[in-house]
């Protein structure tokens, strides 16, 4: 079947615009994740997502990132006034429960900041 | 808090070598651990996990990974290393339990290198 996907791949864009960056989840997951990948941080949990609602904003880095998640499924990360430390790729994965273990990701997104 | 410490942030071996990836984790509860895999440009594939069942866990392509509560150590572990395991590996522990919410605490990573 078909896994998470993530749009676009690749971003690049101008420091001070905003951005959003997409993930569809497996069909049927409740439990979304965001993760952050940089140089200098690693993998950092950003948002968990249990159906439509978000419980742990926690990793959010500023008021300047937020994300929704809609019908269960897709979900959409915006960062606004964009900084060069956003510099990263993101990666969003899904589960079937929390409890269920298993967190299968996505490709990710590489967003570069200039 | 959670936490995982990686140990060598790069291993090098020759191919048809042992391969060992260093992970110890602090948790205040019985924790759930895994191992990841990154190749290039992808996102990240489950090895192996464990969720308090059989200590010794088998996973895909070969690894498997020990919990050993007394060394707070989870170490990945392949007796025979092959070229397409050149990829970098993650060990994670989620707070299940502590926050209900499964999130992962990743450790910073270790590049597998495998020499011919």
């Known amino acids: 079947g078909a896994g998470v996907s993530q749009s676009p791949s690749n971003k690049v864009t101008e420091k001070g615009k905003d951005v959003e960056l997409r993930c569809d989840p497996i069909s049927g997951h409740t439990a979304l994740y965001w993760y952050r990948q940089s140089l200098g941080q690693g993998l950092e949990f950003l948002i968990y997502f249990q159906g439509n609602s978000a419980p742990d904003k926690s990793g959010l880095p500023s008021d300047r990132f937020s994300a929704e998640r809609t019908g269960g499924s897709v979900s959409t990360l915006t960062i606004q006034r964009t900084q060069q430390e956003d510099s990263a790729v993101y990666l969003c994965?899904?589960?079937?429960?929390?409890?269920?273990?298993?967190?299968?990701f996505g490709p990710g997104t590489r967003l570069t900041v200039t | 808090a959670q936490s995982v410490t990686q140990l060598g942030s790069h291993v090098s071996v020759s191919e048809g070598a042992l391969v060992l990836l260093r992970c110890n984790y602090s948790?205040?509860?019985?924790?759930?651990l895994f191992w990841y895999v990154q190749y290039p440009n992808q996102g990240l594939q489950l090895l192996l996990k464990y969720t308090s069942a059989a200590t010794l866990v088998k996973g895909i392509n070969g690894f498997e990974a020990e919990f050993k509560k007394s060394e707070t150590s989870f170490h990945l572990t392949k007796p025979s290393a092959h070229m397409s395991d050149a990829a970098e590996y993650f060990c994670a522990v989620s707070e299940v339990w502590s926050s209900n919410t499964g999130k992962l605490i990743f450790g910073q990573g270790t590049t597998l290198q495998v020499k011919p």
């Open positions: 948790s205040s509860v019985p924790p759930y």
């Open positions: 994965a899904s589960s079937p429960h929390p409890s269920s273990y298993e967190q299968y």
